[in-house]
């Protein structure tokens, strides 16, 4: 069998089991089991694969339809461009939440940001990005998770911003040790009683996607304190979950009433970030 052959069989039987990005999980198995780059593969689509390789794939195929995320099996996710590791003890980045590295950075370069701190980090991807584009910027990176934490150390070793990232282990807003220009957070925002739809749940940490069950339950309580951990003229980049603009608009109008509101969709056309621009 070919790497053509490979990639087009396994293609038909991930696309069967409504496996989402099929093609991309494929290549991404693929390339994992031959330890081979992308470039390698497209430029080589005629090598015959070894039955020893053929059994490997197959594999990791067969994880992939038992609802394994790809981003596990390969421990690797691209985000921003960039490449992160990724294990079961953190959330797997999405692409919508580039939308909020991408405001934060139009932020920053305006002058308007100094220091940052990111809010449940993960695995590091969006500080990461962030340092990466930022290196005059103080940021610090919290997460309740020792175990995300020890993800996100590794990532910030990998891409060389360990003595520019300030990870911090706690709740929220809790460990910072000081007010900041912005914060920015993806929290959990999935309701309790729709986690059985997202189909990785099984597989990734419920702790960074159990939103309570109207699934604002961390949000609220992180906006109930922003006030004492953001500066005069400070600003807020919160991601959000399809259909909950309103309540935490509003929620937000309630504690900052003169406050500058804004929500931009994602390239799905779905309400994706809140900004809130501090007045005082």
Do not use: W
């Not at 089991?17 to 081979?36: F, W, Y």
């Not at 290196?135 to 360990?162: E, M, R, W």
């Not at 914060?183 to 986690?195: F, G, K």
Request: hydrophobic residues 40%.
């Amino acid at each position: 069998m070919t790497l053509k052959e490979a990639l087009s069989r396994a293609r038909n039987i991930l696309a069967a089991s409504n496996i989402e990005d099929t093609p991309l999980e494929c290549e991404l198995l693929l390339r994992h089991a031959l330890k081979i780059s992308r470039v390698q593969l497209y430029t080589d689509l005629n090598h015959e694969l070894s039955p020893e390789q053929e059994e490997t794939f197959r594999n990791l195929v067969i994880r992939c339809l038992n609802g394994e995320p790809a981003a596990y099996i390969v421990e690797n996710r691209e985000f921003y461009s960039i490449d992160f590791y990724v294990n079961p003890y953190v959330l797997i980045p999405r692409p919508e939440s580039e939308l909020l590295v991408e405001k934060a950075l139009r932020l920053a370069r305006s002058g308007a940001v100094s220091t940052i701190a990111e809010i449940g980090t993960g695995c590091g991807a969006i500080a990461i990005s962030l340092a990466l584009n930022l290196p005059q910027a103080k940021i610090y990176a919290t997460d309740i998770s020792a175990p995300a934490l020890k993800v996100a150390l590794f990532n910030c070793q990998k891409h060389g911003v360990v003595d520019r990232i300030c990870l911090l282990q706690g709740n929220l807003l809790r460990p910072l040790p000081e007010p900041v220009d912005l914060i920015i957070t993806n929290l959990p925002y999935v309701r309790e009683l729709e986690l059985s739809l997202v189909g990785s749940a099984n597989f990734e940490p419920l702790l960074a996607l159990n939103g309570g069950s109207d699934g604002l339950e961390k949000i609220y309580q992180l906006c109930s304190h922003l006030s004492d951990k953001l500066r005069p003229k400070g600003c807020l980049l919160l991601e959000i979950g399809q259909g909950q603009r309103r309540a935490v608009t509003a929620f937000l109008r309630s504690f900052f009433p003169s406050a500058e509101i804004e929500v931009a969709p994602d390239l799905s056309s779905i309400d994706r970030v809140v900004s809130l621009a501090y007045d005082t």
